[in-house]
Each structure stands twice: as C-alpha cells, then as structure tokens.
T-cell receptor, first 116, second 114 residues
C-alpha cells in the first residue's frame, strides 16, 4: 500500500520569500509518480508539478520546483517568490504507475498562508 | 478549452435519501475518477472509469456506485445517505488511467447530509 505523509498542518511565509512544503512517501513499487496539487478555498484541486520515480532531474514548473530525494523517500515542494495568491491548501499525492493500481493517494495537506 | 465540470455545486440531502452527482471530463479525456474529501482531510479514491468500464474501486461500501457514458461523462450515485457522507466530491479526468498522466480536477460538489 502507498502512504503519503505531510507533517506540516500549517505554514506561514512572507510575501516574496521562498517556502518548502514537506512530503514523505512510502511504497515498495519501483515505478511511481509524485504530484503536488493546490486547493484554494473554492475547492478545486489545481495540478502544480509532477515527478516520476525514474526521472533523473528534479521537476520545475515556473515558481514551483520539486526537491526529490529518492533514497529518503521525500518529495518536497519549493515555492519561490511567494505571492498572496499562493495562500491555499497544498496536497502531495502519489500513484503507482503499473497496471492495476491507478488511484492517487493523497496526504493530509499543508495550509500555506502568505503574509504581506 | 473547458475544464472538468461538475453538477450540482452544492447539495443538501436528508439521511436515507439517494443522490446523483455528475461530471463531464475535459474534451479528449477518456478516464474519470471520483474522490471523496471529508473536511480537513485529503481526498480519498472512490472509483475510476475508462472507456465505460470500471478500472478501480476504493474502500467504499456498496451504497456507492458509478457509471460512465459513451461521451465519457460520469455519474456517482450514493444510496441510503449517512451523515458521514457529507463531504466534497471531486471528479478528475485524465487522458488514460495508467502511466504518468496527471489528473485534472473539477470544482467539486459539496454534499451536506442532515
């Protein structure tokens, strides 16, 4: 079974500063994908970034980067130059990429608040 | 292009009633998944459908059922509603059910059971 752990229920960051949201995962499968989603108060889950277990380089998407440390089973999200609009819940998720197990497994989330 | 759409946005039902939630995927996406998100928790997987066939089922009772139509839209049905069914129900679509395809979520249907 897969498990995602997000140990930070809430985080504060000053506008324009960088912030790291922690995520550790547990799986015995060698082929998996790691995802980060943002959920504003409106409820919609917004896809941010993806990292495959065999990807050699850390994923980056604009201000988002994923610090992937496979040996430590961690996939931390780094948001650079925080903006007020970044205030939201952030969820780390994973999915095993072989056949038969297609569901995303989510962590409990981290609430990020960006302060002016 | 339109994203994933869900209807209704909000719903209030009484214990014991039945509810049907609807989802239209992004154009071209053939896989639809349903998730339940209870307040304060991450989403939990309920079902996945691809080409009208069930491809995955989470740990939910038989009161929960779903189907996918030829146009790839989907319905989630919940019978004999319980107070604990109150949650945000999220629909997600992807090009295919397997592989590294990201899932795109709709705005959700917020169900309140009284």
């Amino acid at each position: 079974a897969q498990k995602i752990t997000q140990t930070q229920p809430g985080m504060f960051v000053q506008e324009k500063e960088a912030v790291t949201l922690d995520c550790t995962y547990d799986t015995s499968d060698p082929s998996y994908g790691l995802f980060w989603y943002k959920q504003p108060s409106s409820g919609e889950m917004i896809f941010l970034i993806y990292q495959g277990s065999y990807d050699q380089q850390n994923a980056t998407e604009g201000r988002y980067s994923l610090n992937f440390q496979k040996a430590r089973k961690s996939a931390n999200l780094v948001i650079s130059a925080s903006q007020l609009g970044d205030s939201a819940m952030y969820f780390c998720a994973m999915r095993v990429l072989d056949t038969g197990r297609r569901a995303l497994t989510f962590g409990s989330g981290t609430r990020l608040q960006v302060q002016p | 292009d339109a994203g994933v759409t869900q209807s209704p946005t909000h719903l209030i039902k009484t214990r014991g009633q039945h509810v049907t939630l609807r989802c239209s995927p992004i154009s071209g996406h053939k896989s639809v998944s349903w998730y339940q998100q209870v307040l304060g928790q991450g989403p939990q997987f309920i079902f996945q459908y691809y080409e009208k066939e069930e491809r995955g089922r989470g740990n939910f009772p038989d009161r929960f059922s779903a189907r996918q139509f030829p146009n790839y839209s989907s319905e989630l049905n919940v019978n004999a509603l319980l107070l604990g069914d109150s949650a945000l129900y999220l629909c997600a679509s992807s090009l295919a059910p397997e592989g590294a395809y990201e899932q795109y979520f709709g705005p959700g249907t917020r169900l309140t059971v009284t």
